[in-house]
Structures are given as structure tokens and as C-alpha cells.
């Protein structure tokens, strides 16, 4: 299997290296180490740093691990219940889309190399709005310009192999109906005392549906509707914290409780009648005062691109035929 190496070389002449919005979780971190190379530990998406948009994944099996990630084409580390662990994004990009991020995870029948990830799904992390920040403003997302997302194994889940899926969902077209999914999925095997019995189960596709509020969401406004998480609710098996840490590794060790990424709050929230995200008269005209320019980090232009075209700030930049962006 270490033919991984080549490829990694290959791609990583090939690959951009000016910054941009988009991103791809590659390199597996577990308690705080990087394990592996970029892809060893993760099955590699053929769609590079394309997002995957609402129409294309909503009700695909490639809602699962992204467009291309194959069983098999990955190797499978092993975990113990109560280890962290991280999915860092590839050339140390970070999330500079607004929107909530999340880890599912589903047991392989068997090994988890030839599982396809068409069994049962459970949600163990979910990271939405911090501190009470609002949903239009995109330093409120605790994911926001992080360049990782991590989970806790919670303490007593069964003992197996499983696909663990790692998932960002940008929402700043949302109101259009293109939220973009950024997943990917690690293989590991988890090693513990078991005991729990993780749920609500879920399958994917199938778990989100497009008018679902969280996915089909309008922030544009300058008072937006509470932020409803999109899937099932976090299991919780009562002796590990379902929350994520998003914090950067420097400030992990000491500000790990003060870190609170509060997603499950706005869920209780008497979710005022959502700003009908079908209508997309004049998508960033309201509360922003942008008018029908982008935002800086906002996509400005590429192939099949319908969006705003100029820039609010920033200069609109070339990264590719599909995507041009506001730097
Ligand atoms: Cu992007």
C-alpha cells in the first residue's frame, strides 16, 4: 500500500498553491499527531477541491465519502474509545466558508477496506454558531478559518471497523439551493470496552433532505432565522462530550474547556418561519448592502458559475476553468 506515496508526490506538484475557499480533508491527526500522509488513512475524492453541491450529492451514495472515494483505496488506523481525533485539511488550507461542520460514523459489517458505507450511520460531533454569534457573519462559525475538524471516540462504542466521515457544509449559496459539502471519510478501528448502543441511526444518502432548514438556508439577511442543524442528533453515551473541538492545536491543551462551540442550542430554539430560501430575487442585496457582488473569499466566476460576478472586496481571481474567487 505504499503506493500512496508516489501519488501524494505527484498531486502535491500539481496541486495550487495560492489560498483558496476551498478544501479537502486529507491528513488523519489522532491525539494531536499527524498519522500517515495526506489520503493514507482517507479515502481520496476524485472531484479535488470542487465542492459537491446540494442537486449533485443530496440523494447519491457519494453524500457518503465525496465524489470518486473509493472502498479499498485507503488504509485502516487503529483508535481507542476516548482518543481524538482530527481530520486537517490539505496544504494547510483553512475553512474559510461559512457553515456548520460535523463527524459521522458507520460500523463495517467486517473490514471496514471493502465497506461501502451503505449500513447505518450515527452522528458523534456537530459544530454550528459560537458564542451567540449570528448566522450571518462568518467568524461566528466555530469552524471558521480552523484548519481542522476533531472529535472525541466516544468512551463506549462498540469495538469494530469503521468509516468515519468528516463533513463541512458551506452555506454561503445555500439560499439558491447550493449548499456545498465538503466530506471525506477515514477508515479506523476503534478498540475499547464497548458497552454503548449508538443512535439515532441514519443512512446516507437520506439523513439530509434539500429543504431540510439547515441546508436550504438564507443568510443573507441582516436578521437571520436560528441555525437548525441538518441530520440526527448528536449521540450522546453519557461519558463523552458530544461537543467538537475546533480550537487550533497550540490551544488545545489549555483552553480545550473554555473552547465552547454551542451547536446544540439553536436546535431548541423556536425556529422562527425560515426566509423562504427558494426565492433568490436579490440574494445579497438585504443587510449586507453588497448588491450582487461577492463576498472576499466568495467564488466570483468559473465554468457554469451563475452567482455574482463581481467583488465586494478584494480582487476576483482565477484559481481554475471552475473557479474564480474573491481574494
Ligand atoms: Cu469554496
Same mark, same amino acid.
Given at each position: 500500500?505504499?503506493?500512496?506515496?508516489?501519488?501524494?508526490?505527484?498531486?502535491?506538484?500539481?496541486?495550487?498553491?495560492?489560498?483558496? %475557499?476551498?478544501?479537502?480533508?486529507?491528513?488523519?491527526?489522532?491525539? *494531536?499527531?499527524?498519522?500517515?500522509?495526506?489520503?493514507?488513512?482517507? #479515502?481520496?475524492?476524485?472531484?479535488?477541491?470542487?465542492?459537491?453541491?446540494?442537486?449533485?450529492?443530496?440523494?447519491?451514495?457519494?453524500?457518503?465519502?465525496?465524489?470518486?472515494?473509493?472502498?479499498?483505496?485507503?488504509?485502516?488506523?487503529?483508535?481507542?474509545?476516548?482518543?481524538?481525533?482530527?481530520?486537517?485539511?490539505?496544504?494547510?488550507?483553512?475553512?474559510?466558508?461559512?457553515?456548520?461542520?460535523?463527524?459521522?460514523?458507520?460500523?463495517?459489517?467486517?473490514?471496514?477496506?471493502?465497506?461501502?458505507?451503505?449500513?447505518?450511520?450515527?452522528?458523534?460531533?456537530?459544530?454550528?454558531?459560537?458564542?451567540?454569534?449570528?448566522?450571518?457573519?462568518?467568524?461566528?462559525?466555530?469552524?471558521?478559518?480552523?484548519? #481542522?475538524?476533531?472529535?472525541?471516540?466516544?468512551?463506549?462504542?462498540?469495538?469494530?471497523?469503521?468509516?468515519? #466521515?468528516?463533513?463541512?457544509?458551506?452555506?454561503?449559496?445555500?439560499?439558491? +439551493?447550493?449548499?456545498?459539502?465538503?466530506?471525506?471519510? %477515514?477508515?479506523?478501528?476503534?478498540?475499547?470496552?464497548?458497552?454503548?448502543?449508538?443512535?439515532?441511526?441514519?443512512?446516507?444518502? *437520506?439523513?439530509?433532505?434539500?429543504?431540510?432548514?439547515?441546508?436550504?438556508?438564507?443568510?443573507?439577511?441582516?436578521?437571520?432565522?436560528?441555525?437548525?442543524?441538518? !441530520?440526527?442528533?448528536?449521540?450522546?453515551?453519557?461519558?463523552?462530550?458530544?461537543?467538537?473541538?475546533?480550537?487550533?492545536? %497550540?490551544?488545545?491543551?489549555?483552553?480545550?474547556?473554555?473552547?465552547?462551540?454551542?451547536?446544540?442550542?439553536?436546535?431548541?430554539?423556536?425556529?422562527?418561519?425560515?426566509?423562504?430560501?427558494?426565492?433568490?430575487?436579490?440574494?445579497?442585496?438585504?443587510? !449586507?448592502?453588497?448588491?450582487?457582488?461577492?463576498?472576499?473569499? *466568495?467564488?466570483?466566476?468559473?465554468?457554469?458559475?451563475? +452567482?455574482?460576478?463581481?467583488?465586494?472586496?478584494?480582487?476576483?481571481?482565477?484559481?481554475?476553468?471552475?473557479?474564480?474567487?474573491?481574494?
Amino acid at each position: 500500500m505504499k503506493t500512496t506515496t508516489a501519488l501524494s508526490s505527484l498531486l502535491l506538484a500539481a496541486a495550487p498553491l495560492v489560498t483558496e %475557499a476551498h478544501y479537502i480533508f486529507s491528513q488523519l491527526i489522532v491525539n *494531536g499527531t499527524p498519522q500517515g500522509k495526506d489520503f493514507t488513512y482517507i #479515502r481520496q475524492n476524485s472531484n479535488s477541491y470542487q465542492p459537491s453541491f446540494t442537486s449533485e450529492v443530496m440523494n447519491s451514495p457519494d453524500l457518503r465519502c465525496n465524489k470518486g472515494a473509493k472502498a479499498g483505496s485507503a488504509q485502516t488506523y487503529t483508535v481507542k474509545a476516548g482518543d481524538k481525533v482530527g481530520f486537517k485539511l490539505w496544504f494547510n488550507e483553512n475553512i474559510e466558508h461559512p457553515g456548520p461542520g460535523f463527524v459521522y460514523m458507520s460500523k463495517a459489517p467486517g473490514s471496514v477496506n471493502s465497506y461501502e458505507g451503505d449500513g447505518d450511520w450515527f452522528k458523534v460531533m456537530e459544530s454550528g454558531l459560537c458564542n451567540g454569534g449570528k448566522a450571518n457573519t462568518d467568524a461566528s462559525w466555530c469552524t471558521w478559518q480552523k484548519d #481542522r475538524i476533531e472529535f472525541t471516540v466516544p468512551q463506549t462504542i462498540p469495538a469494530g471497523e469503521y468509516l468515519v #466521515r468528516v463533513e463541512h457544509i458551506a452555506i454561503h449559496e445555500s439560499h439558491v +439551493g447550493k449548499a456545498q459539502f465538503y466530506m471525506e471519510c %477515514a477508515q479506523l478501528k476503534v478498540e475499547g470496552p464497548g458497552g454503548g448502543v449508538p443512535g439515532p441511526l441514519v443512512k446516507i444518502p *437520506g439523513m439530509y433532505k434539500a429543504a431540510d432548514p439547515g441546508i436550504a438556508y438564507n443568510k443573507w439577511t441582516s436578521n437571520p432565522a436560528p441555525y437548525i442543524m441538518p !441530520g440526527p442528533a448528536v449521540w450522546t453515551d453519557g461519558a463523552t462530550s458530544t461537543k467538537g473541538s475546533i480550537s487550533a492545536p %497550540a490551544a488545545e491543551e489549555e483552553e480545550a474547556p473554555a473552547e465552547a462551540c454551542s451547536a446544540a442550542p439553536v436546535a431548541s430554539a423556536a425556529p422562527a418561519a425560515p426566509a423562504a430560501p427558494a426565492a433568490p430575487a436579490a440574494p445579497a442585496a438585504a443587510g !449586507g448592502g453588497v448588491g450582487a457582488k461577492a463576498t472576499m473569499y *466568495g467564488q466570483c466566476g468559473g465554468m457554469n458559475w451563475d +452567482g455574482p460576478t463581481a467583488c465586494a472586496q478584494g480582487t476576483c481571481t482565477k484559481s481554475n476553468d471552475w473557479y474564480s474567487q474573491c481574494v
